[in-house]
């Protein structure tokens, strides 16, 4: 999930203009200091419309994962012409390239606040388990196709999937909270396991 | 971090007391449902030693975090005799042997809840930030030593240790935050991943 966003420049529908104001005033607040009147504060249209929309933060936070969600099916649209590595590569600079991004800091730190909500609120567990299972499904397919192209070996592609998946989600979350900055050495190392552990010989 | 912790059998002084009723208590309530006071319930001495040696819940829980990465170190002792495959695994298994126990959800699901405060808080990052550092390191030692003796090939260890810390922070994150259980999944890959990438041929 990264910096650029369209909904951000150009907000198609009521609902994307509340996700803009959502995702704004995520990244001025964090998690904690959001309310819906903050909310609120970023909203250009009105404000009764917000409130009458959603009944509380939480679930005004629940529909922005799941809406995030769906940015993360559109964003990566998987041409079946492409190549197998190639959309892997997109999948990782997705993740990736939000990382590395300055103007991103704000907003993956709050993505990791609104994820712990997980540990102990059953909603928000099922909506990161759905964002979860849906990228490591779109792995799944990205490595069969491979395999099925003899582009990559015959690898376990569930396995597979479970790796990128753990590595890509714990980078994000240490970029989020250490200072060290991982990103450079994630991105190698991940293509070098795509030569030597996924590409046939 | 793994369910078996001797400051939880036995603790040896005041300060594991303390952090053994912290342990308890961050299990039962969760980061945000936990106090000083709550603390002080499973606190088996002096409840005002308690009050005494901390100021504030968060005091506390920055000396818990701080004693967890002692106790890695600890946990980790790496003598110099051991292959570096099996040192290597012993790591993993401390995180992965963590993510399977039923009874250590809790904790996993409080730490990253703890966790997610360095999103925020610059004294929790800061502890979080010599987590990663520690193990990282610790990672970097190992690769280094495999090299050295032959055992693995001539990778870059830096950027070894990067992936493997972000693939089992991930893991242990999602494991907490969804429904989905992939260690299993996750220890097999990265037993490929050591035969493959990482081991002489």
New interface residues.
């Given amino acids: 999930m990264g910096a650029s966003f369209s909904f951000l420049e150009d907000p198609a529908d009521t609902r994307e203009a509340i996700m803009k104001a959502t995702y704004l005033a995520l990244c001025e607040h964090?998690y904690?200091?959001l309310t819906i009147a903050r909310i609120a504060e970023d909203f250009e249209k009105s404000k009764s419309l917000l409130y009458h929309h959603y009944e509380s933060k939480d679930e005004l936070l629940l529909d922005f994962v799941s809406f995030m969600i769906e940015g993360f099916e559109r964003s990566v649209p998987a041409p079946e012409t492409d190549a197998a590595a190639d959309r892997l590569q997109r999948v990782f600079e997705h993740a990736l390239g939000a990382m590395a991004a300055d103007d991103s800091r704000d907003f993956l730190?709050?993505l990791?606040?609104l994820?712990?909500q997980?540990?102990?609120d059953a909603r928000?567990?099922?909506q990161?388990?759905d964002?979860?299972?849906l990228v490591?499904d779109r792995f799944v397919e990205i490595i069969e196709s491979g395999i099925e192209s003899g582009e990559f070996r015959a690898v376990?592609s569930?396995?597979?999937?479970?790796?990128l998946?753990?590595?890509?989600?714990?980078?994000?979350?240490?970029q989020?909270?250490?200072?060290?900055d991982?990103t450079e050495?994630?991105r190698?190392?991940?293509d070098?396991?795509m030569t030597?552990?996924l590409k046939a010989e």
């Fill in positions: 964090g904690a200091g730190q709050a990791v606040e994820r712990a997980a540990a102990h928000f567990r099922e990161f388990t964002n979860d299972q490591h376990d569930d396995r597979v999937a479970s790796l998946l753990a590595t890509l989600s714990g980078g994000i979350n240490q989020a909270t250490s200072d060290i991982q050495a994630i190698e190392e991940l070098r396991y030597e552990v």
